[in-house]
């Protein structure tokens, strides 16, 4: 699994092109080790990656965490909070989750927002 995830504010045809861009690569034998999560707008990007957020990544990517409550305790946040943002970067896929285990993969999120169609 690669370390780093691409995520960018891009459309579908631009989604569909990394896509078959992979499939070449992989086609032609050479090795595709790459993540990428795309966002239809900026809006949606920054309500999903918001400062509490990341430094929830953050803090899971440097000591895991054995539960969603001793992920709250950990950051001193409020229970019911950190659940609604673990799961909202769960369904992105920037957190996962394995029984109550959450890990966060990721050493480094790379933004891409295109200005033009």
Do not use: C
Request: aromatic fraction near 6%.
């Amino acid at each position: 699994m690669a370390t780093k995830i691409h995520v960018h504010v891009d459309g579908p045809q631009a989604m569909g092109r990394r896509f078959v861009a992979a499939w070449q690569r992989a086609a032609a034998g050479k090795a595709v080790d790459e993540e990428h999560l795309t966002f239809p707008s900026f809006e949606s990007m920054v309500e999903a990656l918001s400062p509490r957020r990341l430094d929830l990544l953050r803090h899971v990517r440097a000591h895991g965490a054995s539960s969603v409550r001793a992920l709250a305790t950990a950051l001193g946040r409020n229970y019911k909070n950190v659940h609604q943002d673990v799961q909202t970067l769960v369904d992105a896929g920037l957190l996962l989750r394995d029984g109550r285990r959450l890990a966060a993969p990721w050493s480094e999120l790379r933004t891409s927002i295109r200005l033009a169609a």
